[in-house]
Nanobody, 120 residues
Framework: QVQLVESGGGLVQPGGSLRLSCAAS??????????MAWYRQAPGKQRELVAA???????SYADSMKGRFTISRDNAKNTVYLQMNSLKPEDTAVYYC????????????WGQGTQVTVSS
């Protein structure tokens, strides 16, 4: 079983920044073999992909986050980060960490989420 614990959410003014962290753990879990991602879900909306980072460190982003958000990983700390800059009110959502293992049979794990609120 894999446990993902997000932190770093909170209230920030428009134009501000936040850094989210997701610490991964679990018996037999090898963080370096997992594709990690951040998703978000705003009230009344579907969960959407924010950013993902592969085993090799290649990052990809949803169009609306490009240039503002940066995903990174520290395999030594079993942690993935999401640096969010130039935040907008529409970025308000619960942000979830996701880990995917495997290629043929994919195992997917979720954290409990952390609230990000962008408001003046």
């Amino acid at each position: 079983q894999v446990q993902l614990v997000e932190s770093g959410g909170g209230l920030v003014q428009p134009g501000g920044s936040l850094r989210l962290s997701c610490a991964a753990s679990g018996s037999g879990f090898i963080f370096g073999l997992a594709t990690m991602a951040w998703y978000r879900q705003a009230p009344g909306k579907q969960r959407e992909l924010v950013a993902a980072i592969t085993i090799g460190g290649s990052a990809s982003y949803a169009d609306s986050m490009k240039g503002r958000f940066t995903i990174s990983r520290d395999n030594a700390k079993n942690t993935v980060y999401l640096q969010m800059n130039s935040l907008k009110p529409e970025d308000t959502a619960v942000y979830y960490c996701n880990a995917k293992l495997g290629a043929v049979r994919v195992e997917s794990y979720w954290g409990q989420g952390t609230q990000v609120t962008v408001s003046s």
